[in-house]
């Protein structure tokens, strides 16, 4: 069938000329060389202009089309594995290019290992993309570990008890990001807190991360950025994969992958992800587990279809998670807490009394299912024009307790969208447009008291692109929808891109996100403490609360240079987040957590620049800087966001070794983390042995990875992470009495664990 394909795709090259819309651009088709003179289209590979950043990418028949200019003549054609030909064009025309297979590795294939983070030169919006050679330098558990080598995300720790690492951009956290999988939103509502803990890093393909506001295509619930996740597909991961994971801190995992193409339209993939820590650990002898006890079961089943003779292609996804975490003392009995509590029966017995009661413990157990399905059709005819409709279904189930408090939540998801692509008179004028519904159902009980709700809305959206490779890129979308809580609104986006002069890439952006905050889900911590919960709410729709809403604006400047004939970029950034309603989560009362609608003013300010550059040869430095001015006005005041060091410094440093014919290697990576000081929540009113100071001293963190390839199926890892043995001193406030008025898990602001040595190993087939 793919014969077939790439047949279609030439006669429909030659027979229809109608279809090149624009005259000054040159055009064809790239096909592997072969003695059986096969036309086989090779899609990804690269075309571009000789010193000029006007490039493109064969799709996946194999077809390209380039903007023609004067001013160049050399058109560069390369693929991996193959030898790259320059080829000389004096005027818009066809080409109908064979490239040859190469027996030796030379330098293409260096220089796809380079792009593992990618920057676009191009494109409107401030898009980088990770791919999984980017992943593989770190151990990369699942997502939430996927970003300690890339400086456009900050990881930091939740809490004192869980290990959960939560992530911030833009110096906002990650509720304020729309979190995606292939394009359909997946880490929201209930799933804020371990949503991302939920996706195995071995099934990652690649993520692609954009700051500021994205497109209106993918929702209005987005506000410093997206994050979109693409998992690997059954057609090209690997027939069989198997990775397998230990620390010195008792935690174990493997991964396995089955691939298998059933026909030559459908294949199939089946994932499963275990983890378990049964070891209790507590270095800083504080009687308090330093990670928790955990037990996940993730499986998932993936089928993909294409038929290219038609034009359609169809994934399908279900997954089930099983995810147990238990926290709190050494020498916690679940059993008998549960029994206390009388969770085993479903029903509570009323507050237990202390005396029947030995330590302090947590338990969080979570269920989920998946289900999605994506269904689209390119017409054959018009390749530029496609038809797309995606759905899921997903339900969560997370039942905890937290010492006496209780906290559940069941959340019904149900979302789709319809979304048909073409083009306004040629393909530099593209435009989006669609529909889009979702449902969310949620039961919510927080002790004894019950937040149940319903959300419904339906939207549309328009979302125009204008593409000029050489010098202008904009897009513009504005999307309307009706919610049954946040009323009806608009939420308009624009996007530009400007090439000043070779290599140089300005861009501009600026959107409105709105959103209904889930004040509990997203502030779990606040259960691990003694603090008391106050909703400060005048009538809103949401625990009486507005929803919030907020402007984001973002300007940078990304450019390329050559130095010592080697390759490198710039970039610098800064993005300001201003609310126009927000709903402020103020710990600066350390015996309560207050939750009300903003009265006054709350802006982040973020500035970055960054340097990458290939210093010699496979060895890539990146470095960057990062400061934030994230200020809000509380109850006492405005006052800098807590737990926020406005400076951050980054560097990675990777290098490899040549290849080996076996693909046998050595890899090395090394990452340095420093934060400045942070400000502390107000513990003024605590007795003097529980009170913090104003400031948290800054620190640094370091890991490492060195990875060893035996050859194109088997890798061994070892790496150590916080390898300065940093930890934060008492991060349990009132340890010694966690039932007491002065107990509390949430004020981290550095990690609890010292240093820790991991290994493991990758099989492929």
């Known amino acids: 069938m793919k014969r077939i394909k790439n047949y279609i795709a030439i006669a429909l090259w030659v027979l229809c000329p109608a279809l090149s819309l624009s005259q000054e651009r040159v055009e064809g088709m790239v096909m592997e060389a072969n003695d059986e003179n096969k036309h086989i289209g090779l899609s990804g590979a690269n075309v571009y202009w000789l010193n000029s950043q006007i490039g493109t990418v064969t799709n996946d028949t194999g077809l390209f089309s380039i903007p023609y200019s004067k001013e160049y003549n050399k058109l560069v054609i390369s693929y991996v594995g193959f030898e790259s030909d320059t080829l000389t064009v004096d005027e818009p025309r066809k080409i109908h290019h064979f490239l040859k297979p190469s027996n030796v590795l030379d330098e293409v294939v260096i220089e796809q290992k380079k792009d593992a983070v990618q920057k676009a030169y191009f494109s409107a919006q401030n898009v980088i993309t990770v791919n999984s050679a980017e992943l593989l330098k770190a151990a990369c558990c699942n997502l939430s570990e996927s970003f300690e080598t890339n400086p456009a995300i900050d990881v930091n720790f939740s809490d004192a008890l869980t290990g959960t690492k939560q992530i911030q951009m833009l110096g906002l956290t990650s509720p304020y990001l729309l979190i995606a999988q292939e394009n359909i939103p997946m880490v929201r509502g209930a799933s ?43 057609l090209t991961d690997k027939l069989l994969f198997v990775n397998g994971y230990a620390n010195q801190n008792g935690r174990l995992e493997l991964n396995t992958h089955f691939n298998r193409q059933l026909t030559d339209k459908w294949s199939t993939g089946f994932y499963i992800h275990g983890n378990r820590r049964d070891v209790e650990e507590d270095r800083n002898n504080d009687g308090f587990l330093d990670a928790p006890l955990a037990n996940q079961i993730n499986v998932m089943n993936r089928w993909q279809y294409q038929n290219p003779s038609t034009g359609w292609v169809s994934f399908i996804n279900l997954r089930f998670l099983n995810d147990e975490k238990q ?24 507050v237990p009394v202390l005396g029947e009661v030995e330590a302090w413990g947590s338990e969080i157990n979570t269920r989920r299912f998946d289900s999605s399905v994506k269904l689209g059709y390119v017409f054959p005819a018009l390749p530029f024009q496609s038809i797309g409709f995606q759905a899921s279904y997903s339900l969560h189930k997370q039942d905890s307790y937290y010492g006496f408090r209780r906290y559940d939540i069941d959340h019904e998801s149900l979302y789709s969208n319809l979304i048909f692509n073409s083009i306004l008179g040629d393909t530099q004028n593209k435009f989006k447009t ?3 519904l979702a449902y ?22 328009f979302e125009y692109s204008y593409e000029d490779l050489e010098k202008l890129s904009f897009t513009a979308g504005l999307r309307i929808d009706t919610h049954n809580r946040l009323g009806t609104f608009a939420t308009p986006r624009f996007h530009l891109r400007y090439t000043p002069w070779e290599k140089g890439s300005l861009r501009f952006s600026f959107g ?25 709410g005048e009538g809103g729709s949401v625990y009486g ?74 060895l890539e430095l990146r470095t960057a800087y990062k400061y934030y001015d994230v200020q809000t006005d509380y109850r006492s005041g405005r006052l800098q966001k807590p737990l926020q060091p406005p400076h951050r ?30 400000r502390l929540p107000n513990t003024d009113v605590n007795p003097p042995q529980f009170r913090l100071g104003d400031f948290a001293d800054g620190y640094s963190l370091m890991n ?52 820790m040595f991991y290994g493991g190993f990758r099989y492929k087939l």
Not at 203 to 216: D, F, P
Not at 332 to 345: E, P, V
Not at 583 to 597: G, I, K, L
């Open 192 to 234: 804020q807190a371990y949503g991302l803990t939920f996706t195995p890093g071995t099934w990652v393909e690649s993520i692609q991360i954009t700051k500021g506001a994205g497109s209106v295509v993918n929702g209005y619930e987005s506000i410093s950025g997206q994050i979109n996740t693409e998992l690997v597909k059954p």
């Open 327 to 350: 926290v709190g003392q050494t020498g916690f009995d679940a059993d008998r807490w549960r029994q206390i509590l009388g969770i085993d029966n479903a029903t509570v017995t009323g």
């Open 434 to 436: 669609g529909i889009a």
């Open 440 to 461: 969310d159902g949620y039961e919510e009980r927080v002790d004894t008291q019950n937040f149940g709700r319903t959300d419904r809305s339906v939207g549309a959206f």
């Open 512 to 536: 409105r996100g709105k959103r209904a905050a889930n004040i509990f889900a997203e502030n779990q911590q606040l259960f691990a403490s003694s603090r008391s919960i106050q909703l400060l």
């Open 545 to 618: 609360l507005e929803p919030e809403v907020a402007w984001n604006y973002g300007v940078g400047f990304l450019q390329g240079f050559t130095l010592f004939d080697r390759p490198g970029n710039v970039t610098v950034d800064f993005y300001r987040t201003d609310f126009r309603n927000q709903v402020v989560v103020d710990w600066e009362n350390p015996r309560a957590v207050f939750f009300f609608n903003l009265d006054g003013k709350s802006f982040a300010n973020s500035f970055q620049i960054e340097l990458n550059h290939e210093v010699l040869k496979n």
């Open 649 to 678: 410094f980054f560097v990675n440093v990777g290098y490899e070794t040549e290849p080996k014919e076996n693909g046998s290697q050595w890899r090395f990576d090394y990452t340095l983390h420093t934060l400045g000081e942070q």
């Open 704 to 755: 490492a990875q060195m990875t060893k390839v035996f050859s194109k199926r088997f890798e061994f890892y070892v790496g150590g992470e916080n390898l300065t043995n940093f930890r934060q001193p008492n991060p349990v406030k009132g340890a010694e009495d966690p039932f007491g008025a002065n107990f509390d898990t949430s004020i981290v602001y550095a990690p609890i664990m010292g240093r």
